[in-house]
Nanobody, 123 residues
Framework: VQLVESGGGSVQAGGSLRLSCTAS????????FAWFRQAPGKEREGVAAISTRGGDTYVSFDLKGRFAISADNAENTMYLQMNSLKPEDTAVYYC??????????????????WGQGTQVTVS
């Protein structure tokens, strides 16, 4: 599976960005299509995910109210709308996809397919 992110960039605090990630295919009948981020010196953390079959959405508790995830299954594309951005949101944002199973959607080690990452800088 090839994943391609776009939409990163630099923005002032309080601004908004929308990230996109397009998958070459959905590899399974139901997938977690997820966003992660990694700031310098920190571990990769789960931001949000969406199940491709049922459309269930999951957002990290700390980001609820500011970040929202959506998907267009006809285009195999997922979006991350980020509002009220803060400097601490600065990170490389990655998309990833895997089969839905009993493991937590935000467990990075459970994903095998990753995008190349897109830089988000908030100043």
């Amino acid at each position: 599976v090839q994943l391609v992110e776009s939409g990163g960039g630099s923005v002032q605090a309080g601004g908004s960005l929308r990230l996109s990630c397009t998958a070459s295919e959905y590899p399974y009948s139901d997938n977690y299509f997820a966003w992660f981020r990694q700031a310098p010196g920190k571990e990769r953390e789960g931001v949000a995910a969406i199940s491709t079959r049922g459309g269930d959405t999951y957002v990290s508790f700390d980001l609820k109210g500011r970040f929202a995830i959506s998907a267009d299954n006809a285009e195999n594309t997922m979006y991350l709308q980020m509002n009220s951005l803060k400097p601490e949101d600065t990170a490389v944002y990655y998309c990833a996809i895997r089969r839905v199973d009993d493991r937590y959607w935000g467990e990075a080690a459970a994903y095998r397919s990753w995008g190349q990452g897109t830089q988000v800088t908030v100043s």
